[in-house]
Every structure is written in C-alpha cells, then in structure tokens.
T-cell receptor, first 115, second 113 residues
Framework: DGGITQSPKYLFRKEGQNVTLSCEQNLNHDAMYWYRQDPGQGLRLIYYSQIVNDFQKGDIAEGYSVSREKKESFPLTVTSAQKNPTAFYLC??????????????FGAGTRLSVL | EDQVTQSPEALRLQEGESSSLNCSYTVSGLRGLFWYRQDPGKGPEFLFTLYSAGEEKEKERLKATLTKKESFLHITAPKPEDSATYLCAVQTLTQGGSEKLVFGKGTKLTVNP
C-alpha cells in the first residue's frame, strides 16, 4: 500500500529540547515537503527537497532543520531555537511532474505540544 | 506577493442544500490550482487539480471550476459525510525556480442531517 507515513502521531517537547519528526514515503516521489498548520491559518511551508542530498528553506524555516539522505525519508528536527513549536506538522511528497500535474500527497500529520 | 483567499470561513448547510465555496487568488504566474479535503486531526486529501480558465472537474457531489481570478467548489445535495475543511492552494514558482503551493486558510463545511 503506497503512501506517506509520519511518526509519531503525538509528540511532546520539553523546554530546550530538540525533537525529530519522521516522514517516510514509498511512492517513489522525488520531492518532499514539510508544512506547519496552526488554527485559523493556512499551511505554511517550512522546508522542501527536490532531490536527495538537496533541500531549500521555505517561508518559515527559522528554528527547524532537515536532512535528505535517502529518497524515501525527510526527517524534520524542531530545535530549541523554535520558540513557538506547538502546531500540527504535515509532510508531503510529489513526483515533480510540473504545474497542475505536480500533485502533493500528504501524510496523517504529527501534533507537537510543549510541556 | 502570492495570495489565496477562501470564503466563507465557515458554512453550515442542511443535508441536500447545495452551495459553493470560493477561492480567489493573486499570483505572479499560476501553474495549477488544487483543492484538498481535510478531516479533523488528519492530513489533507487531494480532490482536484485545475489549470486552464474554464476547466471543470467532478467527483461525486463535488465540482470544481476555474476562472482567471478564482475557483469555485460546488457541492450538490451534500450529505453529513461531506463535512470537512476544504483547502484551496495555488502552484507558483519560488525564487530558485522550484514549484511550491500557497494555501488559503480553508472553509469549514458542516452538513447537518
């Protein structure tokens, strides 16, 4: 069954702690994305990667870091520098077909809360 | 700056009462418009992609249309299971030449039995 798996579903962060959110896809997609969703706001792009070993900052990258060592995996680390990390985090992937064919498919999300 | 505005923010319908959701956009170069459905606590589910003005797509009780400035999601004879938040997004280019989605804030639809 092809899809995008995010784990854990719920995550709690203590003050000063770094936490890592996992995102794995078996859709053979080249591109992967991380978004943050806050109540009453649209999805905001944190980081994206078009190919392995390459990634770019999105609109709200401060306090976050990523890596793309494998095509299937794109983990997101929320560092202690992110002062307001409580949000719903969504990972997506796409085949980079271009334009209207470049459809992003999403995982089920990770809800991060601060203790 | 690329912008996507969805209206209304929330919509309550009775079962069978048809209506439309609006998505207006201002982008430097539209490369595609997408509609997603999102249930509470879950990731968005892809519904439609549109590219050309005048284009229409249908799926069950939903029909999406596109003009040069906006898109509509028409819901015909909705059922309670259509209750969800509907997200609109436009595909644009980053400064680096990659494609990215710009999302609206969504319309929360509630269909009462």
């Amino acid at each position: 069954d092809g899809g995008i798996t995010q784990s854990p579903k719920y995550l709690f962060r203590k003050e000063g702690q770094n936490v890592t959110l996992s995102c794995e896809q078996n859709l053979n997609h080249d591109a992967m994305y991380w978004y943050r969703q806050d109540p009453g706001q649209g999805l905001r792009l944190i980081y994206y990667s078009q190919i392995v070993n390459d990634f770019q900052k999105g609109d709200i990258a401060e306090g976050y870091s990523v890596s793309r060592e494998k095509k299937e995996s794109f983990p997101l680390t929320v560092t202690s520098a992110q002062k307001n990390p409580t949000a719903f985090y969504l990972c997506a992937s796409s085949n980079r077909a271009g334009g209207a064919k470049n459809i992003q498919y999403f995982g089920a999300g990770t809800r991060l809360s601060v203790l | 700056e690329d912008q996507v505005t969805q209206s209304p923010e929330a919509l309550r319908l009775q079962e069978g009462e048809s209506s439309s959701l609006n998505c207006s956009y201002t982008v430097s170069g539209l490369r595609g418009l997408f509609w997603y459905r999102q249930d509470p606590g879950k990731g968005p589910e892809f519904l439609f992609t549109l590219y050309s003005a005048g284009e229409e797509k249908e799926k069950e009780r939903l029909k999406a249309t596109l003009t040069k400035k906006e898109s509509f999601l028409h819901i015909t004879a909705p059922k309670p299971e259509d209750s969800a938040t509907y997200l609109c997004a436009v595909q644009t280019l980053t400064q680096g030449g990659s494609e990215k989605l710009v999302f609206g804030k969504g319309t929360k639809l509630t269909v009462n039995p």
